[in-house]
């Protein structure tokens, strides 16, 4: 009868296993962790080369910071243009060929008074820097969103 108190009396806690340690890691986690560092290896580098590819438009948007009338600001786009596009299409185009290039090049469209400072505007009189306000702000727009021209696999010799 002194068979269930003896019994009672022969339990113990529980043994808990020890804990998993977090070191050394498994195996799969070591290759998770490459495939993470190759990614940011290549994000690194795709960012450098988008930035060292977009230095012209940061000089060329520093430049146009301290132009001072329509003549410079026009200057400054076809300088800005030739380093995409080739230099035969750019010296092509004069007048309503080139504002109508420039238009297609950007997203946004051409308002009509830059398209007229761009093409008798320049030839004329000095303007006063409110005259040219709306042609910096559009080749400020120009210079951060065009895109590179589509150029013939095989341009015409002439």
């Not at 290759?31 to 940061?58: C, D, E, M, P």
């Not at 009338?69 to 995409?84: G, H, Q, S």
């Not at 290039?101 to 008798?120: K, S």
Request: aromatic share 8%.
């Amino acid at each position: 009868m002194n068979d269930s108190a003896t019994s009672l009396d022969r339990l113990h806690d529980l043994v808990l296993p020890p804990t998993v340690p977090w070191w050394p890691l498994a195996t799969g986690w070591y290759v998770v962790i490459g495939l993470v560092l190759v990614l940011l290896l290549f994000l690194a580098y795709r960012t450098w080369k988008s930035w060292k590819a977009n230095a012209y438009r940061r000089a060329a948007l520093r430049q146009l910071a301290k132009a001072k009338d329509a003549i410079e600001i026009a200057e400054l786009l076809r300088c800005t243009a030739l380093v995409n596009a080739p230099r035969q299409m750019i010296a092509e185009r004069t007048d309503m060929a080139w504002t109508d290039w420039l238009n297609t090049q950007c997203p946004e469209a051409m308002p009509d008074a830059v398209r007229t400072q761009l093409t008798a505007g320049v030839y004329g009189r000095r303007t006063e820097e409110s005259d040219v306000r709306v042609l910096r702000e559009y080749a400020a727009r120009w210079i951060k969103g065009h895109h590179q021209p589509l150029v013939p696999e095989h341009p015409s010799p002439c």
